[in-house]
C-alpha cells in the first residue's frame, strides 16, 4: 500500500535561513508526488508537483526515486512561510491522493 | 469566482443524529473527495467519485456514505456519528482523477460529536 511519510511534526527556522521539510513515500509503481500548504484559517492548495520541476514562492522539490523522497526545500525562508505543508502521493493511473501527517513550519523573525 | 463550498463550516451535534455535510463546486470538475484532517494523522480520504453516479472508498470510509446525483454536488453523509468523527473535514474537486489536474480544497468544517 502507498505510504507517505513526514518524519517532522514542527519545524522552526529562522528568517533567511535555509528550509527543508522532508517527506519519504513507499509506492512500487510510478508515483505522482505534490506538495500542499494550508496557511492560519486558509483552506489547503496545491503549492506544487513533482511533474511540472516548477519553482513556487522561492520553493522547489526534487523526486528521488532512489532515496524514495520528495523533500521541499527553500534557500531563505521568510515569515509568510508559515503554514502546515503536506507531501501528497498519488498512484500513476489512480484516483487515491494519500497524504502525510503534516509538517507545521514557522519562521521566526 | 471558481470555488468549492462547504456548508455548514461549524457543527456540534451529539451522538447518533443524523446529519449531512454538503460540498458544492461550480467549477464543472468530474473527480470530488472528502477528507478528514486529525492532527498528528493529517488528511485521510473517505471517499471519493470519479463523475456522477460513481463513488468509491478511500482509506476511512467506515461510519460515512456519500452521494453523487449531479456533478457539482457531493455530500457526506453521517447516518449516526460517534465521537471518533469528531474531526475537520475538508472537500476537494478535480477536473479529473489526473495526477496533473490540480485539487481544489473547500474552506473545511469542523465537527464536534458529543
Known amino acids: 500500500a502507498q505510504r507517505v511519510t513526514q518524519p517532522e511534526k514542527l519545524l522552526s527556522v529562522f528568517k533567511g535561513a535555509p528550509v527543508e521539510l522532508k517527506c519519504n513515500y513507499s509506492?512500487?509503481?510510478?508515483?505522482?508526488l505534490f506538495w500542499y500548504v494550508q496557511y492560519s484559517r486558509q483552506r489547503l492548495q496545491l503549492l506544487l508537483r513533482?511533474?511540472s520541476r516548477e519553482s513556487i514562492k522561492g520553493f522547489t522539490a526534487d523526486l528521488n526515486k532512489g532515496e524514495t523522497s520528495f523533500h521541499l526545500k527553500k534557500p531563505f525562508a521568510q515569515e509568510e512561510d508559515s503554514a502546515m505543508y503536506y507531501c501528497a502521493l498519488k498512484e500513476g493511473s489512480g484516483s487515491r491522493l494519500t497524504f502525510g501527517e503534516g509538517t507545521q513550519l514557522t519562521v521566526n523573525p | 469566482e471558481a470555488q468549492v463550498t462547504q456548508n455548514p463550516r461549524y457543527l456540534i451535534t451529539v451522538t447518533g443524529k443524523k446529519l449531512t455535510v454538503t460540498c458544492s463546486q461550480n467549477?464543472?470538475?468530474?473527480?470530488m473527495s472528502w477528507y478528514r484532517q486529525d492532527p498528528g494523522l493529517g488528511l485521510r480520504q473517505i471517499y471519493y467519485?470519479?463523475?456522477?453516479?460513481?463513488?468509491d472508498k478511500g482509506d476511512v470510509p467506515e461510519g460515512y456514505k456519500v452521494s453523487r446525483k449531479e456533478k457539482r454536488n457531493f455530500p457526506l453523509i453521517l447516518e449516526s456519528p460517534s465521537p471518533n468523527q469528531t474531526s475537520l473535514y475538508f472537500c476537494?474537486?478535480?477536473?479529473?482523477?489526473?495526477?496533473?489536474?490540480?485539487?481544489?480544497f473547500g474552506p473545511g468544517t469542523r465537527l464536534t460529536v458529543l
Open positions: 467549477m464543472n470538475h468530474e473527480y
Open positions: 513533482h511533474i
Open positions: 467519485s470519479m463523475n456522477v453516479e460513481v463513488t
Open positions: 476537494a474537486s478535480s477536473l479529473s482523477q489526473q495526477g496533473t489536474d490540480t485539487q481544489y
Open positions: 509506492y512500487s509503481g510510478s508515483p505522482e
